[in-house]
T-cell receptor, first 112, second 116 residues
Framework: DAGITQSPRHKVTETGTPVTLRCHQT?????MYWYRQDPGHGLRLIHY???????DKGEVSDGYSVSRSKTEDFLLTLESATSSQTSVYFC???????????FGDGTRLSIL | AQTVTQSQPEMSVQEAETVTLSCTYD???????LFWYKQPPSRQMILVIR??????QNATENRFSVNFQKAAKSFSLKISDSQLGDAAMYFC?????????????FGGGTRLMVKP
């Protein structure tokens, strides 16, 4: 157990509404990541953070924003959700440059 | 940009037999890490095994071992004495040792079915 909690675990919402997903860690890891998982694509990086208020874009960042105001929390926001953002979202953490990434249990997001 | 390819969308194996999952990757870098992750129906992403590119010796973890061919850019996973609990999606992943963010690039996955 890497001490990662994602909330909510499941969410159904409508197109055009804002959505925020939360990733909480208990071990003060510096690096945190948001991925999305879609059939045939594996996991693709949306955004990542390398410290408080330090974030950068990943491969599929369009339509998403992130914030990290505390070491333990990394938030992913969909400002105006679209059906193409229906997916399973994973948060991951990494302790340092040599460590492997450890994943949360995922959030299934459905946008109708 | 690096790419990771898993050419087998689905594989099946008889319980207690051995199965090999394939992974190839494309990179111009010499220093990197490779991983296999397991995703059972519970949706958890579980690290199975890790290989550092600078190491010639293939990594092993109990029944799981890899065949790392750096020149061929190939990284296959061998599961020996397959068990029903091995049934899952398996993802191969690449990580540069030089990129500041050290993010993972994943293949599309292979679904492994284990027959009793």
């Amino acid at each position: 157990d890497a001490g990662i909690t994602q909330s909510p675990r499941h969410k159904v919402t409508e197109t055009g509404t804002p959505v925020t997903l939360r990733c909480h860690q208990t071990e003060n890891h510096r690096y945190m990541y948001w991925y999305r998982q879609d059939p045939g694509h594996g996991l693709r990086l949306i955004h990542y953070s390398y410290g408080v208020k330090d974030t950068d874009k990943g491969e599929v960042s369009d339509g998403y924003s992130v914030s990290r105001s505390k070491t333990e929390d990394f938030l992913l926001t969909l400002e105006s959700a679209t059906s193409s953002q229906t997916s399973v979202y994973f948060c991951a953490i990494r302790k340092d440059m040599l460590s492997s990434q450890h994943f949360g249990d995922g959030t299934r997001l459905s946008i109708l | 940009a690096q790419t990771v390819t898993q050419s087998q969308p689905e594989m099946s194996v008889q319980e207690a037999e051995t199965v090999t999952l394939s992974c190839t990757y494309d990179t111009s870098e010499s220093d990197y890490y490779l991983f296999w992750y397991k995703q059972p129906p519970s949706r958890q992403m579980i690290l199975v095994i890790r290989q550092e590119a600078y190491k010639q010796q293939n990594a092993t973890e109990n029944r799981f071992s890899v065949n790392f061919q750096k020149a061929a850019k190939s990284f296959s996973l061998k599961i020996s004495d397959s068990q029903l609990g091995d049934a899952a999606m398996y993802f191969c992943a690449y990580r540069s040792a030089n990129n500041a963010g050290n993010m993972l690039t994943f293949g599309g996955g292979t679904r492994l079915m284990v027959k009793p």
